[in-house]
């Protein structure tokens, strides 16, 4: 019966695999073929991405090449809390002003026709062009003691001596935003291009006034761009470098800066490393929390 039993069973398996659909069958081949593309792409990412971001986390446990969580305790605690806390005031700062100064150009562009809005664009991209340590190397040229903002100052009468404009807070802001303020203006222009202008039309024709209408209407279902902008901005100043370095003078002390002086200075791996996966992971959960809000690819500029 045994045999009987199996032999009843084989019998079955061959008459469901000679029953299954042919395009089912094409389906899994073309799903393995596929599979089997991936796999350079995967190897890339794995040994350029993962290995590195795993030895990273390893390092950060090693403290005197011992295994320890000194590393850690040390981010938490005096100058590496306060160069935290100083980096995340500035982000914010930074955010702020680039929302305040990009969210008009964006409603402008996406206000006008198409030839003039490209126009707006090209302005807006064409710093792009431009390598990040020339255009501050150009702010620290505006702004120090003898550059052109304070001769100008001077030469109108209105300072009797020079600003310290650079090598502070005040510079490194002003060049951070500048050079942010493309990846800000680009997402807000994405989401109110695809705001239907008939809704503010029937705003109006309801007897809206040009404020309440935008504040009703439009501003509600542009979220998506100042959500998605303020996150770009505010995780790139979190990992800024150049320009801190450049136009801070070390007085504007970033984390950043931090790795950088610990490879650079004191060859102190695990330290730069706990202090690289402390700010990896901050990312991570803001990415996570505006996750929850609107999708990823949104905030990543995919849609």
């Not at 702004?143 to 490194?172: H, V």
Request: hydrophobic share 55%; net charge positive.
């Amino acid at each position: 019966m045994m045999t009987t039993a199996k032999r009843i069973l084989q019998d079955t398996a061959v008459m469901q695999a000679a029953t299954i659909d042919p395009s089912m069958r094409h389906q899994r081949r073309e799903d393995r073929a596929m599979l089997l593309l991936m796999v350079p792409a995967l190897l890339v990412v794995v040994v350029l991405l993962v290995a590195p971001l795993v030895w990273l986390s390893w390092q950060s446990f090693y403290h005197d090449g011992v295994l320890s969580l000194a590393n850690y305790r040390r981010v938490f605690t005096g100058a590496y809390l306060d160069t935290f806390l100083l980096t995340f005031k500035l982000s914010v700062i930074v955010t702020a002003i680039t929302l305040l100064l990009g969210y008009p150009v964006a409603y402008f562009a996406a206000s006008i026709s198409p030839r003039w809005s490209a126009l707006v664009l090209g302005m807006v991209i064409l710093p792009f062009w431009t390598s990040v340590l020339v255009r501050t190397y150009a702010w620290l040229v505006l702004l120090q003691r003898t550059g052109l903002i304070n001769k100008a100052l001077i030469g109108a009468g209105l300072i009797d001596r020079p600003l310290q404009l650079s090598y502070n807070q005040f510079g490194t802001i002003i060049a951070m935003v500048h050079i942010l303020l493309p990846f800000m203006v680009l997402p807000l222009y994405s989401a109110m291009q695809k705001i239907p202008p008939n809704l503010s039309q029937a705003g109006a024709s309801l007897g809206g006034s040009p404020l309440h209408v935008f504040w009703r209407v439009f501003l509600p279902l542009s979220m998506s761009g100042v959500l998605a902008g303020v996150t770009l901005v505010f995780v790139l100043c979190l990992g800024f470098y150049i320009t801190p370095e450049l136009m801070g003078g070390g007085k504007s002390m970033m984390v950043s800066m931090i790795v950088s002086r610990n490879v650079e200075i004191y060859n102190s791996w695990g330290a730069a490393s706990s202090v690289s996966v402390v700010l990896l992971i901050c990312v991570f959960a803001i990415f996570y929390g505006v996750s929850r809000v609107i999708p990823l690819e949104k905030t990543l500029g995919a849609k």
